[in-house]
């Protein structure tokens, strides 16, 4: 049994399965590059448009190299690749996070060191980072958890003060898988750290296809070194086929160019639901809403966190009722790793993270998607009021 309740019939999913939408500009896309690829002279070399693709990302994001690859988890371990980390060599990442990332870190070798959130978000708490930085510490990976930007000046700060002793600043290597189309204070994401990695799977706010992923970087030998790598090493590296397919590239080109309308439409979504909800945490204390932050903010998940008194249980009963009364899926908050991997456990065995879990138990994540209508997302919200207020009567 879920935790919305058996059978329950939802009018919106827990999560929507594709996070924006084709157009026919997609579909026409896809048949040019498929009816070009069947004469035999041609076939699905992709180089052309894969470059063009990399090339137009690379604007997107204000950096000189973009690398495209057919997944962000690819991007991720091919990227850790390039630090070539040895052990006792450390890399410090946020505890709430979905396991690739850091399953990438543990690939390499190094040692992977959680960091708690920043107090109502969920983001690494550059505190708490400082906290674990020493003589070891190669790289913070970071990820702008859930299209909320992380603080991005004070984590390279942290790294001008606390350099390793023989490599210098740590580098900032950037998971913006759910943050595609975000900016932080330095410019868009994927212009700040060493390596930004993006995710186009099918649930992200522009995908090719389904899977695909991309690493952007103002350092050109790690460009080049990852374009080796992802074509059997090019006569050099020990690498593989983590290759683009053409018509991957052809679809992704055009989500690019619609992924500002894409964005700005969730935005507008996410903020236009806080307002109707706005009162709603004056009268639950505890209850924390989404900051209206602009592009800082792309609610890839709209993230609400419950009263920390109410735990779990309250969290998966107002889940309940929205399933159960009003047929609104909502996801609960992602665990920290640590609890949700079991290699991941075993390699950061006795590192507590207190405040981590209780921000995933108190996290809920309602249905949220650009297309939505605003009578749907005030309905939606009326029933997160209604849900929420329910079980707030039951703690008073």
């Not at 009018?11 to 579909?27: F, I, K, M, N």
């Not at 296809?209 to 374009?227: I, K, N, P, S």
């Not at 209780?358 to 309905?379: F, S, V």
Request: glycine share 10%; charged share 20%.
């Amino acid at each position: 049994m879920s935790a919305t309740g058996a059978g329950a019939a939802l009018r919106w999913p827990d999560q929507p399965a594709l996070g924006g939408w084709y157009t026919q500009d997609e579909l026409d896309a896809v048949m040019e590059a498929l009816a070009e690829s069947a004469d035999w002279r041609t076939g699905f070399r992709a180089k052309a448009r894969e470059i063009a693709f990399e090339d137009a990302f690379a604007v997107h994001a204000a950096t000189p190299f973009a690398v495209a690859y057919n997944g962000a988890g690819t991007a991720m371990d091919q990227v850790l690749a390039c630090l070539d980390l040895k052990s006792g060599d450390e890399v410090i990442s946020g505890a709430l996070n979905f396991p690739g990332p850091h399953l990438s870190v543990l690939r390499t070798g190094a040692r992977l060191l959680l960091t708690e959130p920043t107090p109502g978000s969920f983001n690494l708490d550059p505190g708490h980072v400082e906290a674990l930085m020493t003589g070891r510490t190669r790289a913070i990976l970071v990820t702008h958890m859930n299209g909320q930007v992380a603080d991005m000046q004070a984590l390279l700060d942290l790294t001008e003060r606390h350099p390793h002793p023989e490599h210098g600043p740590a580098k900032i290597v950037v998971d913006a898988a759910r943050a595609i189309g975000a900016e932080t204070e330095l410019g868009p994401v994927g212009r700040a750290g060493w390596a930004t990695v993006f995710s186009f799977q099918s649930k992200k706010g522009m995908t090719t296809l389904g899977e695909g992923g991309m690493a952007t970087t103002f350092d050109e030998q790690l460009a080049v070194r990852l374009r080796r790598l992802r074509s059997f090493g090019k006569g050099r590296l020990l690498g593989s086929n983590y290759k683009l397919s053409k018509l991957q590239a052809a679809v992704g080109l055009v989500q690019l160019r619609r992924l500002p309308e894409m964005t700005e439409r969730r935005i507008r979504l996410a903020e236009q639901r806080t307002e109707h909800l706005r009162g709603l945490d004056a009268d639950v204390p505890g209850l924390v809403l989404p900051p209206a932050a602009g592009r800082a903010h792309t609610h890839y998940l709209y993230n609400l966190l419950l009263p920390e008194e109410w735990g779990a249980a309250g969290r998966d009963e107002v889940r309940r009722l929205l399933a159960t009364r009003h047929g609104v899926g909502a996801l609960a908050g992602e665990r920290p790793t640590h609890l949700g991997h079991e290699l991941i456990a075993a390699a950061t065995a006795g590192q507590h993270l207190p405040a981590a879990e209780r921000t995933a138990e108190r996290a809920l994540h309602p249905c949220l998607h650009p297309l939505m209508t605003e009578a749907e997302n005030k309905e939606i919200a009326e029933a997160i009021g209604d849900a929420v207020r329910t079980v707030a009567a039951h703690h008073t």
